[in-house]
């Protein structure tokens, strides 16, 4: 074959020159990509450190520190001798010290909603064959959709939500959101048609995602004790577990009976009987306690000057959507710990709803049982969710006694939780090998309904252990992280169900449930790497850093400020801001 560079030896210089240029336009290229990513990568630090910043300095002056840099807004200008308000010692008014009786209210309440935002994600699940009958619905990849919609509100919901209650406060999303979730639940059970049905699972789902990106949130502000917390956060989990096991039962007995449309009727009686008492749910955040507490008084005296610390941080636009909005997905981009506990919970939450497809195959398909035996199926998986709960607490005791004795393992922060989910990943795994592997008709249907004790004590445990893993890690930015973990895990729900059907028809049970089994496995490493290098992962987070930052320096303010309280015999739950024009 003849040269070219021989035959034509003119072209040499100029291929050589295209060479160059091109490989000089490629190298700039790469440059300008890399100092984009750069100022990307330092444009969202630069307002994660901002929203730190901010939110430690509403939560020092909210507990009675006073510091120079008291931010003074322009609504302000010209005022002077501001009286910041904080808590007293003791304040009966903060969260932290509500009797019992009153934060059993709260929890019992909250948990009520979170149930019926997880009954309604799974309620259709066995309604619709009848409901696709009733409107001449073939196509088998649109019957996952009543279930997918819903989750799709899920995955926009936690985003608003979860730092909105954060912004302005727990009870108004709450309240507002469940009234909006059951005036969607009316308008499902009166759905006219399949499209409008979908329409309205969406907006159903939407409003239902508030109690699970809020409630951490709640509990956070009532307890601060991470034992107590851990505890009661185990409860809410296990209410996010009990939803979608009783949907099922639910449904599947009315259509086969009343009608499918009794399903929605059913859900909306107990959304009615819920928002009896949710109606009484008080304020739990406690800047807009304090925010409460300042207008109070100053309606009393109108020309008195005091405020609460929040009221004094700019609450525009601008801050709503580049702070509070983008903090959850700032917190899946930028931090480790969030990214991969998303991921892990984002596959085993998938797999949990994939069972909604998976078990009419298997227990309607593979032995024949009616719609309503097979929504019994799934009591199984909510035994073994309720069977999490007493492993959590003994868990607990083992931590509490080894803190006691000094043990060095119980003082890092990774030992307080993650070990719940070492042992339920691999408990999860195990349960859907068994599941597949034995779900044959020479198998009574018994045994791979057995699995399911398995499957929703190892689901439970995962969700127990990095829910409060992340709660523990980014303490009043709970609300964030939890969204950001719902928002994530239900976008994997929407996705991933819709491969249900076609994946167990290529595979078969055995190979669909060991895929998933193998894949869940793998992701089971997660937790254990957590244990091995949490620490170094949280030391080298720059999030994690400001928020410890900023604690430490909130608690020496707090005890400097107590020592000179008890040297010159004050009191008082108020700050004197220093007078300055702005």
């Not at 009976?257 to 059913?266: E, K």
């Not at 994946?503 to 496995?521: E, H, P, Q, T």
């Amino acid at each position: 074959m003849t040269d070219l560079h021989a035959t034509q030896p003119n072209l040499r210089p100029q291929l050589d020159h295209v060479t160059t240029n091109v490989s000089t336009r490629s190298y700039r290229s790469i440059r300008r990509l890399d100092t984009r990513l750069s100022h990307f990568s330092g444009l969202v630090q630069s307002i994660s450190n901002q929203d730190i910043e901010a939110r430690y300095k509403v939560e020092e002056n909210d507990n009675r520190v006073a510091t120079d840099d008291t931010p003074k807004p322009s609504s302000f200008q010209g005022s002077k001798g501001r009286t910041i308000l904080s808590w007293e010692v003791n304040d009966k008014e903060n969260p932290y010290n509500w009797s019992t009786g009153r934060k059993a209210f709260v929890v019992v309440s909250s948990m009520a909603t979170v149930a019926n935002s997880t009954l309604g994600s799974s309620l259709p699940s066995m309604a619709i064959p009848y409901m696709t009958k009733e409107w001449g619905i073939t196509d088998q990849t649109q019957f996952v959709l009543p279930i997918s919609t819903y989750l799709l509100g899920y995955v926009f919901g936690p985003i608003f939500w979860g730092p909105l209650s954060e912004h302005v406060g727990r009870r108004n999303i709450s309240i507002g959101c469940f009234i909006m979730y059951t005036i969607w639940t009316l308008a499902c059970a009166l759905a006219p048609n399949w499209p409008a049905m979908l329409v309205f699972r969406f907006f159903v789902g939407t409003c239902a995602s508030a109690p699970i990106a809020v409630v951490s949130g709640i509990l956070a502000d009532l307890f601060n004790d991470p034992i107590v917390r851990g505890r009661t956060i185990a409860c809410f989990m296990g209410m996010t577990a009990l939803g979608p096991i009783l949907a099922p039962i639910i449904s599947g007995f009315c259509s086969t009976s009343i009608g499918w449309r009794w399903t929605f009727w059913i859900g909306l009686i107990i959304a009615g009987a819920t928002l009896t008492t949710a109606v009484f749910l008080p304020e739990t955040y406690a800047p807009i306690l304090l925010s409460q507490r300042a207008a109070k008084m100053r309606k009393e005296k109108p020309k008195a000057q005091v405020y609460s610390a929040s009221e004094l941080e700019p609450h525009d636009i601008k801050q709503l959507f580049t702070r509070v909005l983008t903090r959850p997905i700032r917190m899946i981009l930028t931090e480790l710990i969030v990214t991969a506990s998303c991921l892990y919970l984002s596959l085993v939450y998938a797999i949990f709803y994939m069972s909604f497809q998976a078990f009419p195959i298997i227990f309607q398909k593979v032995y024949g049982l009616s719609p309503g035996v097979t929504g019994l199926c799934y009591l199984p998986i909510g035994l073994g969710a309720v069977t999490s709960i007493p492993i959590f607490f003994a868990y607990d005791h083992v931590i509490i006694k080894a803190k006691a004795r000094g043990t060095a393992w119980s003082k890092k922060e990774e030992y307080r939780r993650v070990p719940l989910a070492c042992l339920g990943g691999p408990l999860f795994a195990v349960a859907l090998f068994w599941l597949g592997w034995s779900s044959r008709p020479g198998v009574p249907f018994a045994v791979p309904m057995i699995a399911g004790i398995p499957f929703g004590a190892g689901y439970m445990l995962i969700f127990m252990a990095l829910l409060n893993y992340l709660t523990d890690a980014y303490e009043i930015f709970a609300a964030s992280a939890n969204a950001a973990a719902s928002s994530c895990r239900s976008v994997f729900a929407v996705v991933l169900p819709l491969a249900t059907t076609p994946m167990f028809a290529r595979l078969g049970v055995s190979g669909a449930c060991s895929l998933l089994g193998g894949l869940s496995l793998l992701m089971s490493v997660i937790p254990f790497i957590f244990i091995w290098k949490g620490e170094d992962i949280r030391a080298r987070s720059k999030f994690c850093i400001a928020l410890r930052e900023r604690k430490l320096e909130m608690e020496r303010k707090n005890e400097e400020e107590r020592q000179r309280k008890d040297g010159d015999g004050s009191s008082g739950g108020v700050v004197e801001e220093k007078e300055t024009e702005v």
